[in-house]
């Protein structure tokens, strides 16, 4: 065998180095690394409180605020030098280990492929349907051939979700719910993929997986930590307006099918000629708003966890099929720059007094799935899946989306979970992606690369998109600095609840705050609650035995 260049030097001194192993004592003047040595220092500093630290990239490298992503200016795009954020949601997304099967002593190849198509952490359910265009207003703002006539139908998958809550949690636990919704558009997948919110915790991207985090278990008990749950919303009080609505009644909703659909991002609608306007999309359900209190809540997690899963798959058993009349609030770029929130954050809705609601279209579900784990369990949703006619915008969290939502997909279902039944879009995919794991549609003996010999034709861009927006400045790393605009939609949602919605409020928050054992975390929350409203503070206050 011969070895040239780099390879024989290589290979040679390996040689060498094994010959004589045994016999050559390592010459000590001369430098020596120490493989281990990177890994004794990690252990060496194990225990030490994060306070003797500083904060580093996985690598070592210091980073001046783990909350930042490098952003074009203040208020352009998210830029993919974002190392912070990219690595942070990269490892989000893959920091569950997958659930052991029931089996463990199945082979090691068995449980790999099996994880695969590992049951996510969550508790889902879902349906399918259809989404039905009823007015010309879709077709008005987009050239999405989804809404090009009223009457016309396109196939829909509804999944329902819990979201911080476990794969075991009963239906009616205190979080947000997801509600997504999969239509197969002739022009490929569109993916809605709603909160029954209309605003979120954060604005800041690179904050999400602490603010997950600290809903989570903690990290040493294994339990569910007050302490930690309350520390990151006293510390960020962007996240005041989605507390209070979690802490009402609408953080317990009563089933799937009374809860609305919020898209929550700020998305593009564009025609023909390249003219857009900004667009937030609501599904507003035809049942009607129905709530639990929390003890209703409690009283059902006890009698049936599985209400809400139940109550949706009955529904439609029994032909009362339950429907989503959608909605778009638009806003042209003019009026957006007026507007006095800043309609590219995620911790602000649009009043509707002020940007009214525009009917586009209904979404009704008529067939419950076959097969749960098939049909529910494997679906997966990103809202990068948008056809011609509808795009993002700067939006710093819907860029983050972006990324994270199909990189989760990645990991969860594999590479090609887009091949799966329930994932696969109706019209022809002709790409250069090939193999990788249960690749079930190979692209038969299409080049895997963009051949001269066997040409892939390219779709005419419809419209040009270079001038749909413009930004100032150079790249920045950002972050954002909570203001007193920040409580103004806090206030106007306080003082919009009857009485006993304001009292029931009062009571989920003495609730849940009066278990943490910090006491400095205590005053800090009831402080901010004060300066949402007085009465509600010092009714807080009073019930977690604080002195304001």
Avoid at 194 to 202: A, D, M
Avoid at 214 to 242: G, I, M, V
């Amino acid at each position: 065998m011969h070895f040239s260049g780099y390879a024989a030097l290589l290979f040679s001194g390996a040689a060498t180095a094994i010959a004589h192993a045994d016999q050559t004592k390592r010459d000590a003047s001369q430098p020596y690394f120490d493989i281990y040595q990177g890994p004794n220092e990690q252990d060496s500093v194990i225990n030490d409180a994060s306070t003797q630290l500083a904060y580093t990239l996985s690598g070592g490298e210091a980073y001046p605020n783990p909350y930042m992503s490098d952003r074009l200016g203040t208020t352009g795009p998210l830029l993919i030098s974002s190392t912070n954020l990219i690595e942070s949601l990269a490892h989000f997304v893959r920091e569950r280990v997958v659930r052991r099967p029931r089996f463990s002593a199945v082979p090691l190849l068995m449980n790999s492929l099996q994880s695969l198509s590992a049951p996510s952490m969550q508790k889902v359910d879902g349906a399918h349907g259809w989404f039905e265009v009823t007015t010309p207003v879709g077709a008005n703002y987009s050239m999405a051939s989804v809404f090009s006539e009223v009457g016309k139908r396109t196939p829909v998958t509804a999944r329902f979700s819990t979201i911080a809550g476990n794969l075991g949690n009963a239906d009616s636990v205190r979080d947000l719910r997801g509600l997504a919704f999969k239509l197969r558009t002739e022009d490929g997948i569109l993916d809605w993929p709603f909160l029954n919110h209309p605003v979120f915790w954060l604005r800041d991207p690179a904050k999400f997986p602490h603010f997950i985090r600290s809903q989570k278990r903690n990290p040493q008990t294994n339990l569910l930590d007050h302490n930690n749950f309350w520390d990151y919303l006293s510390a960020n009080n962007e996240s005041t307006y989605q507390l209070m609505r979690t802490m009402s009644d609408l953080g317990t909703p009563y089933g799937f099918r009374h809860m609305n659909g919020y898209s929550g991002n700020t998305f593009r609608a564009v025609k023909a000629d390249g003219s857009w306007v900004y667009i937030k999309t609501t599904a507003m359900t035809d049942q009607g708003i129905m709530n639990n209190t929390n003890d209703e809540a409690i009283v059902q997690a006890g009698v049936n966890p599985d209400f809400g899963v139940q109550d949706l798959y009955d529904s439609i058993a029994a032909g009362n099929y339950p429907s989503w009349t959608i909605y778009w609030q638009t806003m042209t770029p003019q009026q957006a720059e007026n507007y006095k929130y800043n309609v590219l954050d995620l911790t602000k809705e649009w009043l509707v007094e002020d940007v009214p609601l525009q009917e586009i279209g209904r979404i009704t579900l008529v067939q419950n799935p076959t097969n749960h784990f098939a049909e529910v369990e494997q679906i997966g949703f990103d809202p990068a899946n948008m056809p011609y006619g509808l795009e993002p915008t700067e939006d710093p969290t819907l860029q983050a989306r972006l990324f994270a939502y199909a990189d989760a997909q990645r990991y969860r279902t594999g590479i090609n979970g887009k091949q799966l039944p329930v994932n696969c879009p109706l019209n022809p995919v002709a790409n250069f992606l090939r193999d990788g794991a249960m690749n079930f549609n190979n692209q038969g003996k299409r080049p895997n690369f963009w051949s001269q010999q066997d040409l892939l034709p390219l779709a005419p861009r419809p419209y040009n998109d270079d001038n749909h927006t413009i930004w100032t400045g150079g790249a920045v790393k950002y972050l954002s600095t909570p203001t007193e605009l920040d409580f103004d939609l806090p206030r106007i949602f306080w003082n919009g609840l009857s009485e006993r919605d304001q009292n029931n409020l009062i009571y989920n928050v003495v609730s849940h705050l009066g278990q943490t054992t910090d006491m400095a975390i205590r005053i800090k929350q009831c402080k901010i609650f004060q300066h949402v409203n007085a009465t509600l503070g010092a009714a807080i206050a009073k019930g977690v035995n604080v002195t304001l």
